[in-house]
């Protein structure tokens, strides 16, 4: 899910170097499940104090007015595409709080990731060395055709190409 994800985070026009952070914060939040939920998770189950939905943990009643501006339905949010669409406006509202405050736009970038739980709390560290892994990986390799990406292969071939040096044929 990390290359995936991140192909998602860059034609949304999130900077190359916030792209692993997000990414790892997608995972701390839903484990990559896009149809998770607060409900379904056991977090709230009763939607106590909050109700979020799919791979950025949307929380819908904090952000309700973003899913009426985009036309928007709770059940929408278990889309990824959708998801990370009202996440970017999460993001980008809190951006322009945090220069209003007199923020420069990249630490007003950084702030607002605090949106989210698992970069708060910090659980996005346990799958940031893979997203930037994953994602060194996918751009060193974005030059080649795509049948020769790593991404694009079975976990086997994967690694018969590590075992043998790199490369297909010599």
Partial sequence: PYVSFGQ????????????PIFTAIMMGESSGRSGIDTVKSGLDPHKLKEYSIG???INTKAHMDKLNKLGYTMDDLRNPVKNLMVAMMVWDEWID???EDGKSLDKAKEIALDRWGSYRDGGYKE?????????SEHKRQSNLPVH???ENMSPAAQQWIKNNGGYWVR
Avoid: H, K, S, Y
Wanted: net charge negative; proline share 3%; charged share 20%.
């Fill in 55 to 57: 791979l950025m943990q």
């Fill in 148 to 150: 020769e990406r790593l």
């Fill in 127 to 135: 799958f940031l060395p893979q997203a930037i892994n994953a994602w």
């Fill in 97 to 99: 709080v945090q220069m």
């Fill in 8 to 19: 998602m985070l860059e034609q949304a026009g999130v900077d190359d170097r916030f792209i």
